[in-house]
């Protein structure tokens, strides 16, 4: 964090790359130019110069960032690729002053006890899935703790499960031995824990003779990318070449589907084109685009935690426009390729009334829905 | 009384902090003037909760700092005497475009971004004057200090180009002004008295806008630049003076700066011209060359050779390279006066900045723009200073203290002035004048609730 004097708070982190709306989570939330990225830089600073003093709404200034990305995307600097870095190194430090807050802590807490940041036993991370222990198969399927844990990330795995068996996949899961990927542990500033849980899923899946790995979650991908010596796989990308190869045939769909880009899909990983390419293999589904698409998306507010604490919470949350930026298009699904996103649309949907006119779905439940041969 | 309160009461309690870190953020901007924090942080969301806002400041006698995006680096929205900063950017709706009368009424948070890609996407053949400063900077911010854009040379200060306006006034009535007062369109504030005058270059001291009419103007579908070098600054009045009488150019912008080495020693003028067709572009082209033939033919000047990217940063709008000389010396921050002064001073007002920034052991930056037909232009003294350098930050500010000395000893305006400078000017300005900004100001705000410091005139 040397550098992070060098922020000089003009304010192009906040858009995306036509200006036209608030692109940063936290800041679109709440508005107060605190919450902006440069706002949060020099809160920083100001914390580490004894300047401010730390306080349960500066934790909540810090720790509302969603990590998404979108100000290292547009930020005009030399040090934008280290934006992120700085708001993880801020995150750090509070925890390793022992300052953590309750809700930062018990996710934390929840991760090193069971592995997943809800507190809920190990055993029932896959025992409510059909789906055979990795033996030696070509793909491992990661899971992640969405998936394992939360109905609408289970009906995702559920259905991509569905998918794999139907296509003749030769795949496998780690049941009870899968563990955290880690990736919001990294983000939240945890990096002794996720280096920790790195090692630990590292040596499960290394014992086990795992070469390729399938992560549902893009969160988990980005985590796994980062663990080395696999190959790794979006459940997009996966689908995309059962597509193309043949091997599942999509039937017909006459329904106009918006995308909205997961961010550590999209901006972390460069992964724009295949999920609309499954989309687009669909006859008769029509994809439109929402205004901020691709390396400008809006995040959906879920990062770095905020899936299961929610500091960006209420009417005026990402999540809530969003699904009213979906509605717009006139599309009548959302599809998603992220568990995290999944839920966080699927809560704003019910929250702004729009249930009956916009369903949120992942790519496998949509190409499933319209029947596979 | 509980203003916090109070003030929960008019916008909810999402909206108002008076948390530290708030107060924090909104007692500084990214220059090097004065901080102070206020008492409360305040995001009314409409004319009415501004209103309200008002008659509670005013009934209590409590300091009004109305603010956009806070980037004007002079501290004209740091709460020097503390009180109620009002953040006017949840109010950033664009109400209306009229197309055929060419112009919008937007609300005071809508950002210069924004604006653009509105227009852009609605109103492909419609745009504002847009100036560099970054996306994040309010439309009406920058018109209620002058501010100049990228059609400055055509059609003038920013400030020129308001069609009407609506205040929520220092008394908390609801004021509006040109043809909005007495009808549904909002396409001048003339033929009327010229009542704007009394906001716009006050610094909000007169009163909070919460709507604005503003002209727009055609936007050509292609745009393109040259870049005039010349090592003889003497002589940029004139080019200046050639091209601008050529009225084929949209845009006329002077540079000069030690870094990188290919421009030292050099001032490049940069003129942007459009056009609707390639043909309409070309005629430009030769016609603007021609104008500074004369010139070319003497080895005096000539015109750069453009690789693409140089050319594509070079027509970026806004220019992010003004915001990126923040980062020059990797510290974060940059100052400068702004000074408004005749063409001719040009060469004069170069040399005084080199003097300056050497006397300072400092490096510096000049961009001017040319505003009116060579009418007065832009002139920036512009010093980088390291955030984390105390040392650094101090140079920077005296040597902009003497920028803004130079600038008056030019015969020129400091623009946006930090309150020493306001101060310099008012010591010089006629004394009638000065008297009557006075008794406006007291006639409009009795109680001196808005941004006090800012334009005080002193008994």
């Keep these: ?373 | 009384m509980d203003i916090y309160k109070a003030l929960v009461d008019i916008v909810g309690e999402e909206f108002v902090s008076r948390n530290e870190e708030e107060l924090y953020i909104y007692s500084r901007d990214s220059g090097l003037t004065e901080r102070e924090k206020p008492d409360f942080v305040v995001m009314p969301g409409s004319a009415e909760e501004v209103q309200k806002i008002v008659l509670l400041a005013n009934k209590y006698k409590i300091p009004l700092i109305p603010v956009g995006a806070s980037l004007t680096l002079s501290g004209l929205a740091v709460p020097i005497r503390k009180g109620i900063v009002v953040d006017l950017r949840r109010m950033d709706r664009i109400i209306e475009v009229n197309r055929l009368g060419r112009y919008a009424v937007i609300e005071p948070g809508v950002t210069q971004g924004k604006l653009k890609a509105f227009l852009e996407r609605n109103y492909p053949d419609l745009c504002h004057s847009m100036p560099d400063a970054p996306p994040s900077a309010t439309v009406v911010g920058n018109i209620l200090i002058h501010g100049q854009g990228n059609l400055s040379q055509l059609y003038g200060f920013n400030s020129t180009m308001v069609t009407g306006l609506e205040i929520v006034l220092p008394t908390g009535k609801i004021c509006r002004i040109g043809s909005c007062s007495l009808s549904p369109y909002w396409f001048a504030v003339e033929p009327l008295p010229y009542l704007a005058g009394i906001f716009l270059g006050w610094f909000g001291t007169t009163g909070i806008i919460t709507k604005l009419g503003l002209r727009l103007y055609p936007r050509k579908r292609l745009r393109d630049i040259e870049v005039f070098v010349l090592d003889d600054p003497e002589k940029v009045a004139d080019v200046v003076y050639r091209i601008t009488h050529t009225e084929m150019a949209e845009d006329v912008i002077t540079m000069e700066q030690p870094y990188p080495m290919m421009f030292r020693d050099v001032v490049l003028v940069q003129i942007y011209f459009n056009g609707d067709s390639e043909e309409e572009i070309e005629f430009k082209r030769k016609m603007l060359w021609n104008s500074v033939m004369n010139y070319i033919r003497s080895r005096d000047g000539g015109f750069m050779f453009l690789t693409p990217d140089v050319q594509e940063d070079f027509l970026e709008k806004p220019a992010s390279s003004v915001t990126r000389f923040a980062d020059v010396m990797k510290g974060g921050g940059f100052v400068y006066c702004g000074a408004i002064i005749p063409v001719e001073k040009f060469a004069e007002a170069l040399r005084k900045l080199k003097e300056i920034a050497k006397r300072h052991e400092i490096t510096y930056g000049h961009v001017g723009r040319i505003v009116g037909r060579g009418h007065c232009m832009m002139f920036s003294f512009s010093f980088p200073f390291n955030r984390a350098d105390r040392a650094s930050m101090e140079r920077a500010k005296e040597a902009l203290h003497e920028s803004y000395l130079a600038t008056l000893e030019l015969g020129g305006i400091p623009w946006k002035p930090e309150l020493f400078a306001q101060k310099m000017i008012l010591e010089r300005m006629d004394k009638n004048a000065a008297e009557l900004m006075k008794q406006i100001r007291g006639l409009l705000d009795p109680n001196g609730i808005m941004n006090p410091g800012n334009w005080e005139v002193e008994p």
């Design chain 1, 1 to 373: 964090m040397m550098d992070i004097h060098r922020c000089f708070r003009c304010g192009y982190c906040k858009f995306p790359d036509d200006f036209s709306k608030y692109n940063c989570p936290p800041y679109a939330r709440f508005r107060f130019e605190s919450f902006s990225p440069g706002g949060r830089l020099w809160l920083t600073r100001a914390f580490l110069n004894g300047e401010v003093d730390f306080s349960k709404h500066l934790s909540e200034i810090i720790f509302s960032c969603t990590a998404c990305k979108n100000c290292a995307e547009n930020c005009r600097m030399g040090f934008k690729d280290e934006i992120v870095d700085w708001i993880v190194s801020a995150r750090r430090e509070i925890l390793e002053r022992g300052l953590a807050p309750p809700f930062v802590r018990d996710f934390l807490e929840n991760i090193r006890k069971y592995g997943n940041p809800w507190g809920l036993p190990r055993k029932q991370r896959a025992d409510w899935l059909r789906a055979k222990k990795y033996d030696g198969d070509d793909y491992l399927l990661f899971l992640g703790c969405e998936c394992s844990y939360e109905d609408r990330g289970r009906s995702m795995a559920k259905n991509f499960v569905e998918i794999l068996e139907r296509a003749g996949v030769s795949f496998g899961i780690l049941g009870e031995n899968e563990c955290c990927d880690g990736n919001e542990v990294f983000m939240l500033g945890e990096l002794g824990l996720f280096q920790e849980l790195a090692e630990r899923n590292k040596k499960t899946m290394s014992e086990l003779g795992v070469q390729k790995v399938i992560a549902i979650s893009p969160h988990a991908y980005n985590a796994i990318k980062s663990y080395e010596g696999f190959e790794v796989f979006h459940y997009s990308q996966i689908l995309r070449d059962l597509i193309q190869s043949g091997k599942i045939k999509p039937g017909e769909l006459r329904k106009t589907v918006t995308y909205h880009d997961p961010c550590f899909l999209g901006r972390y990983n460069g992964i724009y084109e295949e999920p609309r390419e499954v989309l687009n293999s669909v006859p008769g589904l029509r994809l439109v685009e929402m205004e901020r698409n691709r390396k400008n998306s809006f995040c959906c507010g879920g990062g770095s935690g905020n899936f299961v604490f929610d500091l960006l919470r209420g009417s005026y949350s990402p999540a809530r426009e969003r699904v009213r930026e979906a509605a717009e298009t006139g599309a009548e699904i959302i599809a998603v390729a992220c568990p995290a996103c999944k839920a966080m649309l699927d809560d704003a949907a019910k929250d702004e009334g729009l249930k009956d006119r916009v369903a949120v779905m992942d790519l496998s439940e949509i190409i499933l829905r319209c029947g596979i041969s």
